[in-house]
């Protein structure tokens, strides 16, 4: 730990013991259904955006890592497809072996341009095959060096190298294991399906598909791109709405897609928009509380996550929250909603302690889901009063997500319009709904 995140650490001390006291009192009239003015709860204000300075790099994209695999991978070889949400002339990527058992050596590591650009955002698909744009694949170095072994619980950072990365299209990031290792970190449930090699050759530098028969449906490995020359990025972090759940596989419809690209049609800057969500998550405990294990595809809590897959993004900025509804689904029930609420109020104080923007989303309707009781979902309703009174203390801005997807002749059911299918999780419809819902101005 360095001294600047040892400092930080006593800040964040300091606000959350403030914010969290605030929350209480203001969640304690919640529970009789009146909102209450202490709401604001008192928290170190952001950096307005006039006085950060321009991040040397900023994420492009980004995968929160939630598992390891229950076997060893599907190859030696793993070709990534990935999409951008902004561009840039120098490109990095970050590896991790967050969740794995023994040091993972990663032998070859290439990042090159899809011949195929994906799913796009004028509607257009053309899904990658594994096949690279001639002439544009990069061998990565870390430190220099063409390999690098990554200790159980470590991530790595490879150094620049010179790509003219454009935004909206796909990427390859293909990773050669000389040994797999007994489990792989990935992103369960990514949307997007990615390639693999059957043999154990070295394939990262192919150009061609040709090796890449099987297709796998999981990030391996690789958690963030990186560019240079953008303002800065947005993370969005949650569960599985803002994974996408329901949203078309492999045409980007998640509503981070969504965010950059309502932002590449505006004045306001072109930040890149990492997608931080995990489907299952929540915010109070790890997945499969109290038995968790590392193959839990649901993750660690939000509370432990947050460093990595936030605070430590490149060129972060503003975090979007949107989660709490696994906490108040899934067993053992959180019924109190003052806990929920001072855990959103502890992520937002972290972050604010670094110099970010917070924006806090309202919980999304969800009657009609298996595990629906009304008992339960007052606990929505009252975290999402306090959200609402709160926009001016604990959060820089709200994000009305439950009133952007909701029936309005039912207002605890998501709309038709917006549901993809299981009363909890919104179609690509209801993606843009929530992009759209977001505060530009606050961002």
Do not use: C
């Not at 994420?59 to 497809?81: F, K, L, Q």
């Not at 028969?213 to 560019?227: K, Q, S």
């Not at 999304?364 to 929505?380: I, L, M, N, Q, S």
């Amino acid at each position: 730990m360095n001294v600047r995140r040892l400092l930080i650490g006593v800040v964040v001390a300091s606000i959350l013991s403030t914010t969290l006291t605030v929350t209480w009192m203001a969640l304690g009239p919640l529970r009789s259904g009146a909102p209450s003015p202490q709401a604001s709860a008192q928290a170190a204000p952001a950096l307005p955006p006039s006085t950060r300075p321009g991040p040397d790099f900023s994420t492009a994209w980004s995968a929160a890592p939630s598992s390891a695999s229950r076997t060893r991978p599907p190859g030696h070889t793993i070709r990534n497809v990935v999409h951008t949400t902004i561009g840039g002339p120098l490109v990095r990527v970050r590896l991790s072996n967050r969740f794995g058992a023994e040091p993972v050596r990663f032998g070859h590591v290439t990042v090159a341009l899809s011949a195929h650009s994906g799913g796009r955002r004028d509607g257009t698909m053309d899904p990658s095959d594994g096949t690279a744009f001639p002439g544009t694949l990069r061998d990565l170095t870390f430190d220099g060096r063409g390999s690098v072994t990554v200790p159980p619980g470590g991530d790595v950072l490879s150094d620049p190298a010179p790509l003219a990365v454009p935004a909206d299209t796909d990427l390859l990031v293909t990773v050669w294991t000389p040994v797999r290792p007994r489990a792989g970190t990935l992103h369960a449930e990514p949307k997007q399906k990615s390639l693999v090699s059957a043999d154990t050759v070295d394939r990262a530098g192919d150009e061609t598909a040709t090796a890449f028969r099987r297709g796998v449906w999981a990030w391996f490995y690789v958690t963030a791109v990186e560019v240079t020359g953008a303002p800065g990025t947005i993370v969005a972090f949650g569960d599985s709405i803002t994974n996408g759940a329901e949203s078309t596989p492999g045409r980007n419809r998640r509503w981070s897609d969504l965010l950059a690209a309502r932002l590449a049609t505006t004045p306001d800057p072109d930040y890149g928009v990492a997608n931080a969500g995990i489907s299952g998550n929540r915010i109070l405990l790890d997945a499969r509380y109290p038995r968790y294990r590392p193959t839990a595809v649901a993750g660690r809590s939000g509370r432990a996550r947050f460093a990595e897959d936030v605070l430590e993004r490149s060129g972060v900025r503003t975090v979007i929250l949107l989660a709490g509804i696994n906490d108040i689904m899934q067993a053992p029930r959180e019924t109190d909603p003052a806990r929920i609420a001072a855990g959103l109020a502890g992520l937002a104080a972290r972050a604010r302690a670094e110099g970010l923007r917070v924006i806090a989303g309202t919980i999304t309707p969800w009657e009609g889901y298996p595990g629906y009781t009304p008992a339960a979902d007052r606990v929505r309703q009252r975290v999402n009063s306090w959200i609402r009174s709160s926009a001016g203390g604990a959060f820089d801005g709200v994000a009305d997500f439950d009133r952007a997807l909701r029936d309005p002749f039912q207002p605890l059911r998501l709309s038709v319009r917006f549901d993809g299918g299981d009363h909890l999780h919104p179609n690509d419809a209801g993606m843009r709904a929530l992009a759209d819902a977001v505060p530009l101005d606050k961002l």
